[in-house]
């Protein structure tokens, strides 16, 4: 029995969240060879790769989602995070104006914002605590996707 595209992003999403990332990653990577622009397993995809500190696999990803879907703040945060983590401050700064023209003004708009001063440019820790507090949305779900320490698939 074939899934349909919103039963493979549910199966995923249950396996990221269960930590079987190998599962996950197939199941997303399913989704995208089948719609390639796919916002949420773009995104996803990208939050694995993060989570196995692979932030340059997942500025793509998450440049997908984005174009696929600018007004999900979550995938503006995410994006800007990564290209921080890859020291991309230039970019990063240009996709935070972005997304202020998208609309997008938060705390976790404002605290990236923060980090893009001169004098604060390091890894943001004052962010990743606030998405942990907020329990950062993956895909259409609201849990929070817990980081995985080890590495997988196509990642490693």
Same mark, same amino acid.
């Given at each position: 029995? *074939?899934?349909?595209?919103? !039963?493979?992003? @549910?199966?995923?999403?249950?396996? #990221?969240?269960?930590?079987?990332?190998?599962?996950?990653?197939?199941? =997303?990577?399913?989704?995208? @060879?089948?719609?390639?622009? #796919? /916002?949420?397993?773009? #995104?996803?995809?990208?939050? %694995?790769?993060?989570?196995?500190?692979?932030? *340059?696999?997942?500025? /793509? $990803?998450?440049?997908?989602? %984005?174009?696929? &879907? /600018?007004?999900? *703040?979550?995938?503006? $945060?995410? =994006?800007?995070?990564? $290209?921080?983590? *890859?020291? !991309?401050?230039?970019?990063?700064?240009?996709? %935070?104006?972005?997304?202020?023209?998208?609309?997008?003004?938060?705390?976790?708009?404002?605290?990236?914002?923060? #980090?893009? +001063? /001169?004098?604060?440019?390091?890894? &943001?820790?004052?962010?990743?605590? %606030?998405?942990? +507090?907020?329990?950062?949305?993956?895909?259409?779900?609201?849990?929070?996707?817990?980081?995985? $320490?080890?590495?997988?698939?196509?990642?490693?």
């Amino acid at each position: 029995m *074939e899934l349909t595209i919103e !039963q493979a992003l @549910q199966q995923g999403v249950a396996a #990221h969240k269960e930590g079987n990332l190998q599962d996950a990653e197939r199941l =997303y990577r399913a989704i995208l @060879q089948s719609q390639p622009a #796919h /916002p949420d397993a773009n #995104h996803n995809l990208g939050v %694995l790769a993060i989570s196995v500190n692979k932030a *340059e696999a997942a500025l /793509p $990803l998450f440049k997908a989602a %984005l174009e696929a &879907n /600018p007004k999900i *703040e979550q995938f503006w $945060l995410s =994006y800007i995070d990564a $290209l921080i983590k *890859e020291k !991309q401050f230039d970019n990063a700064k240009q996709v %935070l104006e972005q997304a202020k023209k998208q609309g997008v003004d938060g705390d976790g708009l404002n605290s990236l914002e923060a #980090h893009l +001063s /001169p004098k604060t440019q390091k890894p &943001n820790t004052k962010l990743r605590d %606030l998405l942990k +507090s907020k329990k950062a949305k993956t895909l259409k779900l609201s849990e929070f996707c817990q980081p995985i $320490l080890f590495g997988f698939g196509k990642f490693t």
